[in-house]
Every structure is written in structure tokens, then in C-alpha cells.
């Protein structure tokens, strides 16, 4: 069987940049100047590490804590990522990368696991929601950590890259399991690994379930394009059929060195698509949608998916209410062919899964509440604003 853990044997030049990439508030105020809400979340994190430092010293219990509190995830942000960067302390992207103290308040009905991933998870780091597909977790870590993410009961913990025992378990889970058709390689950022790793990951799955269509999703052709050379293009060109879906949110990121790492990827024969989360002062405009779709569209990714934000704990500054997402894709579709507009989906809270939010818009709404009946004819709820 492939091994996997082969350590890195040779530094690229992406690999250097990964390293390099802003992990603390000293080197980040190094590079631009916070502004008050931002240093307020740092101030607060600090309170909150030096509180756990002492409570753990009255302990004198070796536990292990990261220092950070459950539910925040740690600054990580690439010097490529912050080079697009405006000023603007409401610079779109900067809004997606630089914490603010925002991210300390839940919102009423935020969780840590908004998706109820844990429910569907009959192996470890799998997720097996839907009855052909499944997602799997390869690793914790990304390079640009979100500041939106709703994946945060697992990104950036402690859970590292998939060991081989657990490969081993999802294997066997997926070799008495013939109805799943497809897997989604997901995370963290799966192209956070080396070539070596996750390419030997590749093989082995597909060792054991040849013809299983894979996907995988990324951020890094936006977050770190040096991240996608010709020979990695070339190698999941010869893994074929194996999607790549771009995570992508505002047309500023598509720069020229993102748009050589797509050329590169669409020149070797592998098939792009893209998703996208509506975020409240990032993309929450008609204009800034119909251009990222056209961007895409035009550097050949099919938009795939507009997500609207789930309740993730401490995003509710991130949320756009769900009429006004609707508004917007009524918008959209006046001006956008078929293949530039994405489907516009919302995961149910609590593990009702997707629904298309134009095909199936909420049934009724209930004190402030939307009310959706889930295909599997359950109700669940979704907060009005
Ligand atoms: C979104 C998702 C999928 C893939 O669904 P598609 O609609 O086919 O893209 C699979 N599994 C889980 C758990 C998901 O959240
Ligand atoms: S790349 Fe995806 S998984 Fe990673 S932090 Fe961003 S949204 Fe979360």
C-alpha cells in the first residue's frame, strides 16, 4: 500500500511562502495597521490565553491547551493574500482575513458545528450526508485561515493531515459502501499537503475504489497561487475524473498570479468549478456577484454554488438576511447566462442539509424565524435576520 507521511523532502517556493505566512499579531502589525476593532480581538484573545495560562497553572494539569478559546480560529494569512489587501479597514478581503472583536459574540442559534457534520460521520474525518456522496477531511489545516469559516469545530485544532489508521477505516467504510460515487476531498484546504502526500492519499482511495469521482476543494489557487504548479496540474490531470472547486469571493481576488494558476489547471485538462459564500460587506452587491461570475466564467470555472453563510458561532457580522440573498440571485439571474450564475443553496442548521434556495424557498416564517421543510419532509429553522 502507498505510505502517506512521507515527510516533505524538498522546499518549493510555495512551501517557503506557506511558512512565511502571518500567524501572529506582532508580525501582522508589521505589516499593516490595525484598526480599533481589529486590535480589540487581539486585546480579547490575549485576556482570554493569559486567563487560560493561569487557570491551567492552578490546575498544574498537563492537558495541552492551544491557548485559543473553542470556536476561535487562530490569524493565518499569507504576505501573497495580504499584498491584495486595500487600506480600507472594510477592505473586502482584508474583512475576510484580519479578525475583529465581532467574532467573540455568538449569535443566537450559532454553533461550533452548524452543518452537524458530527452527526453524519459514521468514520472518523468522514461525512457521509448524502446517499452517493461523501466528504472527507483530510486535513485540519488551511494556509488562509477565514474568518468566516463554518468549518471551525475542526479547522486549525490539532487534528493534523488524516493518519493512516484513519485512511485505513474510511477505506473499509467506502469498500462496503458501493453507493458512494463520488468524494469530495475536503478539510482544511487539502492543497495545504505536498504533492507526495496527497497525491499518495489519491492513489490509495482510488486504489481500492477505482472509478470513485473525486473533487477537491480548494482556496489556494486565490490564497497562494504559486501553490499550483504545472506538475501538480499535470498530476491531477492524469488522476482523472477529479474536479477542482475553487472557493472564491470577490473579484479582487482573481489577480493575474490567481489567473495563471487557473490557466494552468484548465490548459492541463482539468475541470474547474467554483464556490462562493454571500458575506456582508464582501459580495453582498448585484455588481460585485455579476463580475466575479463573468471573471470566472471567462477563465473557464463554472460557477457552481453561492452558499449562503451558516450559523457559524461569532459570523453573525459576516450574515446577510436571506431575503435580501434572494433579492440579490433575482438580480443575478436577469443578467447572467446559465452557465455564469451559480445555484444558490443554504445548509440547514443542524444537519437538514442543502437546499436550492430558488427551487425551495422557506414554506412560511414563524416569531422571526424562516421555516424550510427539508427534502426528507422534516422542518428546521433559519433566524430571519
Ligand atoms: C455539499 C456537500 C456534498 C456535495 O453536494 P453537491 O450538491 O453534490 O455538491 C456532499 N457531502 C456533504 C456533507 C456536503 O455538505
Ligand atoms: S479555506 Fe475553507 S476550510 Fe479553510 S478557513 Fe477558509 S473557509 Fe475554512
Same mark, same amino acid.
Given at each position: ?8 523532502? %524538498?522546499?518549493? &517556493? ?11 499579531? %506582532? ?69 475576510? $482575513?484580519?479578525?475583529?472583536?465581532? +467574532? ?23 461525512? &457521509? ?6 466528504? /472527507? ?8 485561515? $477565514?474568518?468566516?469559516? @463554518?468549518?471551525?469545530? @475542526? ?13 485505513? !477505516?474510511?477505506?473499509?467504510?467506502? =469498500? ?5 460515487? +463520488? ?21 490509495? /482511495?482510488? @486504489? &481500492? ?22 506538475? @501538480? ?16 469571493? !470577490? ?11 487557473? =490557466? ?31 471573471? /470566472?466564467?471567462?477563465?473557464?470555472? =463554472?460557477?457552481?454554488?453561492?452558499? !449562503? ?6 459570523? *453573525? !457580522? ?14 443575478? %439571474? ?11 443553496? /443554504? ?6 442539509? %442543502? ?18 421543510? *427539508? ?11
Amino acid at each position: 500500500m502507498v505510505r502517506i507521511g512521507v515527510p516533505i523532502r %524538498k522546499l518549493t &517556493h510555495w512551501n517557503i511562502e506557506f511558512r512565511r505566512r502571518v500567524r501572529t499579531r %506582532k508580525d501582522l502589525e508589521r505589516k499593516i495597521s490595525l484598526s480599533p476593532a481589529e486590535i480589540e480581538f487581539f486585546d480579547r484573545l490575549e485576556a482570554s490565553q493569559n486567563k487560560a495560562v493561569q487557570e491551567q497553572a492552578a490546575r498544574e494539569s498537563g492537558s495541552g491547551t492551544t491557548g485559543v478559546p473553542g470556536g476561535i480560529i487562530p490569524l493565518a494569512v499569507p504576505n501573497y493574500y495580504l499584498s491584495l489587501l486595500g487600506s480600507d479597514p472594510a477592505d473586502p478581503l482584508r474583512l475576510q $482575513c484580519i479578525p475583529r472583536v465581532e +467574532e467573540w459574540e455568538a449569535g443566537p442559534l450559532e454553533t461550533e458545528d452548524p452543518l452537524g457534520d458530527r452527526m453524519y460521520s459514521p468514520v472518523s474525518r468522514l461525512v &457521509h450526508r448524502y446517499r452517493d456522496r461523501a466528504l /472527507l477531511l483530510v486535513t485540519d489545516q488551511c494556509v488562509m485561515n $477565514c474568518r468566516f469559516c @463554518f468549518r471551525r469545530h @475542526f479547522v486549525g485544532k490539532t487534528q493534523g493531515t488524516i493518519r493512516q489508521s484513519e485512511l485505513d !477505516h474510511v477505506i473499509d467504510y467506502l =469498500k462496503t459502501h458501493p453507493e458512494v460515487k +463520488e468524494l469530495i476531498l475536503s478539510g482544511g484546504d487539502p492543497l495545504s499537503l505536498s504533492d507526495e502526500r496527497l497525491f499518495a492519499i489519491v492513489d490509495t /482511495l482510488r @486504489f &481500492h475504489r477505482p472509478g470513485i469521482v473525486l473533487r477537491v476543494s480548494s482556496r489556494l489557487p486565490v490564497v497562494l497561487p504559486s501553490r499550483i504548479t504545472r506538475r @501538480f496540474a499535470y498530476q491531477m490531470r492524469s488522476r482523472q475524473p477529479f474536479w477542482f472547486v475553487l472557493h472564491v469571493n !470577490h473579484p479582487r481576488e482573481l489577480a493575474p498570479e490567481a489567473d495563471l494558476a487557473l =490557466k494552468r489547471l484548465a490548459d492541463a485538462g482539468v475541470p474547474l468549478l467554483s464556490q462562493t459564500v454571500l458575506l456582508r460587506g464582501v459580495n453582498d452587491d448585484v455588481q460585485t456577484l455579476e463580475e466575479l461570475f463573468r471573471s /470566472l466564467t471567462a477563465r473557464r470555472v =463554472k460557477p457552481y454554488y453561492l452558499f !449562503h453563510a451558516d450559523l457559524a458561532r461569532g459570523t *453573525s !457580522h459576516f450574515r446577510v438576511p436571506l431575503e435580501r440573498g434572494m433579492d440579490l440571485v433575482r438580480g443575478l %439571474k436577469s443578467r447572467l447566462s446559465s452557465l455564469a450564475l451559480p445555484g444558490y443553496a /443554504l445548509d440547514l442548521p443542524g444537519g437538514g442539509g %442543502k437546499v436550492s434556495l430558488m427551487d425551495s424557498p422557506p414554506m412560511r416564517e414563524e416569531e422571526g424565524e424562516w421555516i424550510f421543510l *427539508s427534502p426528507e419532509g422534516q422542518e428546521y429553522r433559519y433566524p430571519k435576520e
